[in-house]
């Protein structure tokens, strides 16, 4: 393999479960490891989050890095769909300018167990202030009253039920909590 | 901007890899990938 040839590995990440990634390996006979990242944290602390997702939820973009001993990264490719893949003249330089570099440490940060890292340019993680979020559960509390009358399927009416209730009781502990925050 | 974080991933046999060991002695090329979705 022309990577291995200059020097460097190679090494695949996506949210498949090992299962499916040894399928893949042994389909496609890749001379290359495949790893598992079913929760997407590693993925998003390196920024190659898909925003879309996937029909299972969320999924990495397709991006190559060239990462060198010296925790550098010469190269750095993110595609914008699926079909989309690096010129690899650039890529092959890239490995030849980063190969003779000496290791310097790398932190560890991300593992497989960590929960996804909060984002703040994601509007889905940026907090809700405590005095926001009564309201807010509120808000969707009634919204969910409202729609459980409109519904003529029973199943349907169960689940939004169940939600209803669960929204009553994130009320009431967000109600709770902001009194042993700001007693009176 | 993308930052070297390191990660510690089982791989297809289940098998731990973490980053930070293979740059010890080799540069790695990290590609990510939508998977079978």
Same mark, same amino acid.
């Given at each position: ?6 020097? $460097? ?53 397709? &991006? ?29 330089? &890239? ?50 009253? &409202? ?25 009431? $502990? ?11 | ?15 731990? /890899? ?14 990510? /990938?939508?998977?079978?979705?």
């Amino acid at each position: 393999m022309e990577f291995t040839r200059r020097g $460097a590995a190679v090494v695949g990440v996506s949210v498949d479960s090992p299962a499916e990634n040894a399928a893949m390996v042994e389909k496609l006979r890749l001379p290359f490891p495949l790893l598992s990242d079913p929760t997407a944290a590693t993925i998003a602390a390196w920024n190659v989050y898909d925003p879309v997702g996937g029909t299972h939820g969320p999924i990495a973009q397709t &991006a190559i890095f060239v990462v060198g001993r010296d925790v550098r990264i010469p190269y750095a490719y993110v595609g914008h769909d699926y079909a989309d893949r690096p010129p690899l003249a650039a890529l092959y330089s &890239a490995i030849d300018t980063v190969v003779g570099a000496s290791p310097r440490p790398l932190e560890a940060r991300a593992t497989e167990t960590g929960p996804r890292p909060l984002d703040a340019g994601n509007p889905a993680d940026r907090p809700i202030p405590l005095q926001d979020l009564v309201p807010y559960l509120r808000g969707g509390y009634f919204t969910t009253n &409202a729609v459980v009358t409109r519904l003529a399927d029973p199943a349907a009416k169960d689940e939004l039920e169940r939600t209803k209730a669960m929204l009553q009781e994130f009320m009431q $502990a967000a109600v709770a909590t902001r009194r042993m925050i700001q007693p009176g | 901007m993308t930052v070297v974080v390191d990660f510690t991933l089982p791989d297809e046999r289940g098998a731990s /890899y973490r980053l930070a060991d293979h740059l010890r002695t080799e540069t790695v090329v990290v590609l990510f /990938y939508r998977g079978d979705w």
